[in-house]
Structures are given as C-alpha cells and as structure tokens.
C-alpha cells in the first residue's frame, strides 16, 4: 500500500497577497492564539458545513439521536462508510504551518471546532477539540471510552452487508447518506450495554465547560488571535471572539466569504486557510 500523498498548497488570489502582509504586521511580535474551523481541513479532503459551494445538508441532532433507534441506525451506517475516508485525510500545508509557528514560539495553541484531529496528527502539541474527536467513542450510559476503529471493526462483523455504495458524499463529521438501514444492527457498550457515541457534539449539545474554559485560558495568554476557515456561526467561537475583542487584541479573520466576526477584524484575509496560513508562516518564523 502506497503512502498517502500530502495535499497541494493552493495558490493565493491575486488580492490576498496585501491583505496578509497587513496580517502579518498586525501579528508580528505577538503570542498568538488560534481558532480553527472546517476551512482548515477542506485542503485534505473533507468538506465544510458552510463554505462557499457546500451543500445544504440538516445535521442530526442529539435530540433525534437519543429519541429513535432509526436515527441512531441511520448514524453509525453512514458514519461507518464515511469513517475509513475520514480517517485516511492527511494534514494540510495549513495545519503544518500551525505546527511551525507552535515550534516557533509565535502560536501559544491551537482551539478547533473541527473533529478530524488532523492538528494532533500534524504535530501541534496544545490543541483544544471544542467539539471533541471522531476517533473516540463513549458510552452514554457508563462512560467508558472505545477507540473508533475497534468499535469501526464490531460495525463490520455485526453488519458485513453493509458496503460503500457507488457514490456517496462526505460530511465534514465524517459520514455519508445511506437510504436504506433496516437490517442495519447498532454497536452497543461491551460493559452496560448502554447507548455508544461518538466522542462529538452534536448539533443541540452543548459544549463541556471543561473544553470551553480550556479554550479560554488560551485567548487570556494570548496578545493576538487568528480565526481560521470558520464563518463563526456557532456560538462558542463568537464567544471567544468577543473574549479577544473586549480585549482589544489584533485579530486576524482568515476566510472566503463573509463571517459573523468580520466587523470585529484588525484584517480580514479573503483566501483559503492552507495558502494563507502558510505565507504567515513564512513571514512570522523569519
């Protein structure tokens, strides 16, 4: 089997050149926090929720979730299929260049609302997972914790019908769309039997308090913030804006097409996360 190929770096607009010169001289001589969102792994394969282009899609809730077995059938069946895509993306010139700035001294951290761990797997060392991880599974009942692909694995032997259909499309939480799950058997905790998840939060869930302080206290560390690849709809990356605002701390919003926070920017940078970050790399480690 051949290694994976590492993704290309994208080239940068024609326009974005001034604005991440701008960028660089809000954020140079800083300790820089970062927040990321799912424009930082489009470069490895796996899609936004909202970026330009991305298909309207209704994510199931943790409602919906813990209600019906139907739904819970139709998760862990396209979660299944999407998993091994989803497991084999590889990190991007982006996330390489948030390991350098780490090494550097530059970046204090790295807080993501994306569930891929492709930052662990590039090598940053503080990374915070708002949303937690797909590599995780816990019980809801007892709380023991499985390894996905021992529980991928169980998936396999309970349903060996169950193959990747011709044409499927990946979410950003790594599944796809099946349409048919009736004779589909649900993994259930080897301990209590109780109900498995993945280690995420669902859409209605909240974020643990423990990860959200966590991500805090590194924006309180922090002299400058750099946003990247997130539209910052979701509450609790406004939140740490606003922490990073109320500060008046440079910020620096990295993104194609409009974001909550864009009001809020020192500079807004209008270019893809992988070319940007690298070039501020580039510019900041010299």
Same mark, same amino acid.
Request: charged share 20%; aromatic share 6%; proline share 6%.
């Given at each position: !089997? ?11 607009? &024609? ?15 800083? +300790?820089?926090?970062?927040? %990321? ?9 796996? &899609?936004? $929720? ?9 994510? !199931? ?6 209600? @019906?077995?139907? $739904?819970?059938? +139709? ?5 299944? *299929?999407?998993? =091994? ?14 390991? @350098? ?9 790295? #807080? ?21 991880? !797909? @590599? ?9 914790? $499985? ?10 032997? !309970?349903?060996?019908?169950? @193959?990747?259909?011709?044409? %499927? /499309? ?22 209590? /039997?109780?109900?498995?998840? &993945? ?6 869930? $909240?974020?643990?308090?423990? =990860? ?12 400058? *913030? #750099? #946003? ?25 919003? #990295?993104?194609?097409? *409009? ?8 500079? =807004? ?5 992988? /070319?940007?970050? =690298? ?8």
């Amino acid at each position: !089997m051949s290694n994976p190929v590492a993704p290309a770096v994208p080239l940068l607009p &024609p326009n974005a050149q001034a604005q991440i010169d701008a960028a660089a001289q809000a954020l140079r001589g800083h +300790r820089v926090a970062v927040l %990321t969102g799912a424009g930082v792994s489009t470069d490895s394969g796996i &899609p936004d $929720y909202r970026g330009e282009g991305a298909p309207v899609r209704t994510p !199931m809730t943790f409602t919906q979730f813990l209600a @019906d077995l139907e $739904y819970r059938k +139709r998760y862990w069946a396209g979660s299944q *299929l999407g998993w =091994k895509r989803f497991d084999g993306a590889e990190p991007n010139e982006g996330h390489r260049a948030l390991v @350098d700035l780490e090494a550097s001294g530059i970046v204090n951290g790295v #807080i993501t609302q994306n569930v891929d761990g492709l930052h662990l797997r590039a090598g940053s060392q503080r990374v915070v997972d708002l949303h937690g991880t !797909m @590599d995780r599974v816990r019980c809801l009942q007892c709380g023991q914790l $499985y390894a996905r692909t021992d529980v991928s694995r169980r998936i396999a032997q !309970m349903n060996p019908w169950l @193959d990747e259909p011709g044409a %499927t /499309e990946l979410g950003p939480d790594g599944d796809v769309a099946i349409a048919n799950v009736a004779n589909f058997v649900v993994p259930a905790c080897t301990v209590c /039997e109780g109900t498995l998840k &993945p280690d995420i939060v669902f859409f209605g869930e $909240y974020i643990p308090k423990e =990860k959200f302080i966590e991500a805090s206290a590194l924006i309180t560390g922090a002299t400058a *913030l #750099i #946003i990247a690849g997130s539209s910052l709809v979701v509450n609790s990356g406004i939140r740490l804006l606003e922490q990073a605002y109320r500060r008046r701390l440079p910020i620096v919003i #990295i993104n194609r097409g *409009l974001t909550k926070g864009d009001g809020r920017a020192t500079v =807004k940078v209008e270019a893809g996360a992988s /070319e940007t970050l =690298k070039a501020l790399d580039e510019q900041l480690s010299n």
